[in-house]
């Protein structure tokens, strides 16, 4: 089974900086993208960033270019998001799931289940 746990969410000043956890198991890591997706309260869920874990090629959401650095430990299975500048408007809880990537285009890919994210509050 695919799982995903994710964490290093907080509250944290706007300006300020944190880095989430993704934890990933029951699928073979270096074959796929990796996304991270967030959902603010009210709206749906976007997609931040994703990255491949074979190569360290990245996309990410223009909301959060020059501020926000998907990275892997693939050793460890493990995916990160660096978010630095942090904005009120980041305020959502984080989720990381498996993505897809083509050409310009990315996205959630059509497997496995959300887990239970992370909240990230910047107070104004």
């Known amino acids: 089974e695919v799982q995903f746990v994710e964490s290093g969410g907080g509250l944290v000043q706007a300006g300020g900086s944190l880095r989430l956890s993704c934890a990933a198991s029951?699928?073979?890591?270096?074959?796929?993208?990796i996304g991270w997706f967030r959902q603010a309260p009210g709206k749906e869920r976007e997609g931040v960033g994703c990255?491949?874990?074979?190569?360290?090629?990245?996309y990410y959401a223009d909301s959060v270019k020059g501020r926000f650095t998907i990275s892997t430990d693939n050793a460890k299975n493990t995916v990160y998001l660096q978010m630095n500048s942090l904005k009120p408007e980041d305020t959502a809880v984080y989720y990381c799931?498996?993505?897809?990537?083509?050409?310009?285009?990315?996205?959630?890919?059509?497997?496995?289940?959300w887990g239970q994210g992370t909240q990230v509050t910047v107070s104004s």
């Open positions: 799931a498996p993505a897809y990537a083509y050409g310009t285009n990315w996205g959630r890919a059509a497997f496995g289940s």
């Open positions: 990255i491949s874990s074979s190569d360290g090629i990245t």
């Open positions: 029951g699928f073979s890591f270096d074959d796929y993208y």
